[in-house]
């Protein structure tokens, strides 16, 4: 089994800057990629970034350039650090690790106010 926990939610003005983390517990492989996605309400679910174990990375346009994922695959966590936010930004943030399977967390709310 495997558990998701995100932190680093919350409220912050346009321009302003966010840093979310998630840690993985349970069976974890050693390849894998961990990942953002994000879901605003009446939009579907999309990815923002993901980072595989080997470093690779992956970002939506939408963010490219304002946002920066790493990973410490010691601890099994993973990091958004966000930056320049939009108000466009504000949704929901889900955290994604795929081994096989995908798990997901419960999911962390980033409201951007403008």
């Known amino acids: 089994q495997v558990q998701l926990v995100e932190s680093g939610g919350g409220l912050v003005q346009a321009g302003g800057s966010l840093r979310l983390s998630c840690a993985a517990s349970?069976?974890?492989?050693?390849?894998?990629?961990m990942g953002w996605f994000r879901q605003a309400p009446g939009k579907q679910r999309e990815l923002v970034a993901r980072i595989t174990s080997t470093g690779l990375t992956d970002y939506a346009d939408s963010v490219k350039g304002r946002s920066t994922i790493s990973r410490d695959n010691a601890k099994n966590t993973v990091y958004l650090q966000m930056n320049s936010l939009k108000a466009e930004d504000t949704a929901v943030y889900y955290c994604?690790?795929?081994?096989?399977?995908?798990?997901w967390g419960q999911g962390t709310q980033v409201t951007v106010s403008s």
């Open positions: 349970g069976t974890i492989f050693s390849i894998n990629a």
């Open positions: 994604n690790l795929h081994q096989w399977h995908d798990y």
